[in-house]
């Protein structure tokens, strides 16, 4: 069974251009989330989709940042435009259900965001 | 809020020491605690979990233990291996369902 997976896995941009993360889910997970690790701190919770639908975007720093995951499969997060404290590793991770504490949460690697 | 705090690192050791690494926790309710690891170039991957007070998660020869009373969760290996150099991330899942991970410990074992 394939893993979480995030593209790219590094990418590097100047400051006001837009990127865009990928991640893809393992196949049959309901749940999706966003978490982002700013150097040498901790890492932080941006959003949960169930399916289609965000269910929590309270993480989601500011309106620079776009997360859809448009038929339920796939999710992109978007910073437009980009600035310089955006800079850090992006982690993608997914459940199958989601509605309990116990529930295993797999990560993929992360895509690691430079910007210049 | 919930947070974690977790021992800073980096740990370096020599192979067959023993590892502790700290993590304590704020939390309202009755969280789940969780210590992920990152090799490199890889995702997080869960390492052990425990769901309840006095519980002990345990995998590949680790071991934490849900303390209630001193809300820790610290992580201990008894003999450390070359290959469990990696980054070590304290977690808890609360009961509004978000995770909470502390900033990571590097370890780097030494043959």
């Known amino acids: 069974e394939a893993g979480v997976t995030q593209f790219p896995s590094h990418s590097v941009i100047e400051k006001g251009q837009t990127v865009t993360l990928r991640c893809d889910p393992i196949s049959g997970h309901d749940n999706l989330y966003w978490y982002r690790r700013v150097m040498g701190k901790e890492i932080k919770f941006l959003l949960h989709f169930v399916k289609e639908s965000k269910q929590d975007e309270s993480g989601m720093p500011n309106n620079r940042f776009l997360a859809e995951r448009t038929g339920g499969t796939y999710s992109t997060l978007k910073v437009q435009p980009a600035e310089l404290e955006d800079s850090g590793v992006y982690f993608c991770?997914?459940?199958?259900?989601?509605?309990?504490?116990?529930?295993?949460?797999?990560f993929g690697p992360g895509t690691r965001l430079l910007v210049l | 809020g919930d947070s974690v705090t977790q021992m800073e690192g980096p740990v370096t050791l020599s192979e067959e020491a023993f590892l502790t690494i700290n993590c304590t926790y704020t939390?309202?309710?009755?969280?789940?605690l969780f210590w992920y690891v990152q090799y490199p170039g890889e995702g997080l991957q869960l390492l052990l979990k425990a769901t309840k007070a006095d519980d002990k998660g345990s995998n590949k020869g680790f071991e934490a233990t849900y303390r209630k009373e001193t809300t820790s969760f610290h992580l201990e290996k008894g003999s450390v291996q070359v290959s469990d150099s990696a980054v070590y991330f304290c977690a808890l899942r609360s009961t509004g369902n978000q995770f909470y991970f502390g900033t990571g410990t590097s370890l780097t074992v030494i043959p």
């Open positions: 939390a309202t309710g009755y969280p789940s």
């Open positions: 991770a997914s459940s199958q259900h989601g509605q309990t504490l116990v529930e295993t949460q797999y």
